[in-house]
């Protein structure tokens, strides 16, 4: 069984500044982890990845995120946040496994960037 | 673009009927999941199919079934619908590579049950 967890389901911040949203994940497998972000009134689009590897992942848009294992987290940051982060992000959770290829959503964080 | 294409974009019926959504995957892609993204719920995970093979159920209810066809598109069929069915419906689709590779999401068709 998986599960996310993402603490806070609103993060303001100022624009130029450090953006950190957070993801803790539960997995009984080694876990595949992605960060999405939602615009409005539009689809899911894939931010970064971590499958096997470096655990300093980098993704589109300046965004990176950090595998830890022993803390189970997958935190998203960007170093200075610009007007157009403003959407929603979802952490997600994937089995390493064939059969456990579908996702596991956290319940997102509404990312709001002030001038 | 993603290159998953989902039909209808929109939807607004009544309670009771019947709907079908459909969603052509990425051109290679071997696999669709359907995903329900609603206020309450969140999103969740439908069903997974492969090469026309149902691979995995999540939260689907008896009232929804989905199925793949031999060109690979799939449809979400839900009947009986009800208020709470009210969501937005993704497709996605992810290539014959393995669980590491990502999957890619259509824009979603928002149903409006009335």
């Known amino acids: 069984a998986q599960s996310v967890t993402q603490l806070g389901s609103h993060v303001s911040v100022s624009e130029g500044a450090l953006v950190l949203l957070r993801c803790n994940y539960s997995s009984s497998v080694p876990p595949y982890l992605f960060w999405y972000v939602q615009y409005p009134n539009q689809g899911l689009q894939l931010l970064l990845k971590y499958t096997t590897g470096a655990t300093l992942v980098k993704g589109i848009n300046g965004f990176e995120a950090e595998f830890k294992k022993s803390e189970t987290s997958f935190h998203l940051t960007k170093p200075s946040a610009h007007m157009s982060d403003a959407a929603e992000y979802f952490c997600a959770v994937s089995g390493s496994s064939g059969s456990a290829r579908q996702l596991t959503f956290g319940s997102g964080t509404q990312l709001t960037v002030l001038p | 673009d993603s290159g998953v294409t989902q039909t209808p974009k929109h939807l607004i019926t009544a309670t009771g009927q019947r709907v079908t959504l459909r969603c052509s995957p990425r051109s290679g892609d071997l696999s669709v999941y359907w995903y329900q993204q609603s206020l309450d719920q969140g999103l969740q995970f439908l069903i997974h199919y492969y090469n026309g093979e149902e691979r995995a159920k999540g939260n689907i209810l008896e009232r929804f079934s989905a199925q793949q066809f031999p060109d690979l598109h799939s449809e979400l069929n839900l009947s009986s619908l009800e208020l709470g069915d009210s969501a937005l419906y993704f497709c996605?689709?992810?290539?014959?590579?393995?669980?590491?590779?990502?999957?890619?999401f259509g824009q979603g068709t928002r149903l409006t049950v009335v």
């Open positions: 996605a689709s992810s290539p014959p590579a393995g669980a590491r590779t990502e999957a890619f």
